[in-house]
């Protein structure tokens, strides 16, 4: 199988030309969280954490019993919640392009974007924690053995295996977040989080496409069934982590109803699937989209 580092310095790849874009556009328009972000400002609990369709319980019989107070508490908490597991891929991210571009060359554009995207994300990592803060909520962490899998997947994914999964993680959080940044209901501060994270994340999607492309060439159908299929639990353990079953309890809920319909809300399942259509047809595209992968995708509610 091909490794993610099986690429010499000396051949170029097509990825270059999209590197250098990206790194210009980089220098045209980036964000300072610690200066472009409200933070001063008392959280105004008038506002939602999310676009209020986007919740987990909207349409069900729970959220027509719900104040509305409890309403925008639980979307306040489930905004946390996803930030908090985008925290955790960006750190699983940060390992997996810091592996691949170790001791290569320097003056390269992949190089040189490949860590201008690591500072993007620490700076976004850093923004997700104070923004789940300020919303009045704790830690959100994923189970225990999403953790240490994401810990493995880290130190061991090579070639598509890992940029796919890069792109698998951003996309999901993509549609979702150009929703919230619209939303006048939404609270300022958030709405201005999700902006910065969609401007920098589209070019990371970009980056994260060519170098699946590029990794694809000449990879056998062994290499690219297995390969579907890491990345489609992937994607199954990133969207199970995103809403933590605790934000319930935190909103004041009934923990256990709220799970239930929460599973069970077809609302929420078609928001999701709509949100993936173009990552499904990306990776379908790559041939990164088999029988077996649309099995774990539909687990998931993606496809």
């Known amino acids: 199988m091909t490794s993610i580092d099986d690429r010499t310095d000396a051949a170029p790849s097509d990825a270059q030309p999209v590197a ?26 008038s506002y939602w ?8 319980l909207y349409g069900t019989p729970y959220w027509d019993e719900m104040t509305e107070d409890q309403k925008r508490e639980l979307t306040r908490q489930e905004a946390a919640s996803v930030a908090s597991t985008g ?18 060359d320097p003056t390269s554009p992949e190089f040189q974007w490949a860590l201008t995207e690591i500072a993007d994300e620490c700076r976004h990592s850093i923004m997700f924690a ?5 919303l009045n909520a704790p830690a959100y962490r994923p189970k225990w053995y999403a953790v240490h899998g994401g810990r493995f997947y880290a130190a061991t994914a090579r070639g598509e295996a890992a940029y796919a999964a890069i792109l698998v993680a951003e996309e999901v959080l993509d549609v979702m977040q150009r ?24 070019r990371h999607m970009k980056f994260a496409r060519e170098e699946t492309k590029e990794r694809m060439k000449g990879a056998g159908k062994l290499r690219r069934h297995i390969n ?3 990345i489609a639990v992937v994607a199954y353990f990133i969207v199970d982590a995103m809403w933590n079953p605790k934000v319930y ?29 173009g990552l499904m047809e990306f990776l379908n595209s790559a041939g990164l989209l088999t029988k077996a992968s649309k099995r774990i995708y539909k687990r998931a509610n993606l496809l």
């Open 20 to 45: 250098q874009r990206l790194l210009d556009s980089s220098e045209m328009l980036s964000y300072d969280p610690a200066t472009e972000v409200d933070w001063e400002t008392p959280l105004d609990t």
């Open 49 to 56: 954490g999310t676009s209020p369709e986007w919740s987990t």
């Open 87 to 104: 925290i955790w891929f960006e750190m699983i991210l940060q390992q997996m392009v810091l592996r691949d571009f170790y001791a290569k």
């Open 130 to 134: 104070r923004g789940a803060e300020k």
């Open 179 to 202: 929703d919230w940044m619209r939303d006048e209901r939404v609270v300022p501060f958030v709405r201005t989080i999700n902006n910065i994270h969609v401007v920098e994340e589209s």
């Open 228 to 230: 579907a299929i890491n």
């Open 249 to 277: 309890e935190n909103a004041g809920l009934d923990p256990k109803r709220a799970i239930r319909e929460a599973r069970s809300n077809e609302n929420h399942k078609a928001m999701l699937r709509s949100s993936c259509a």
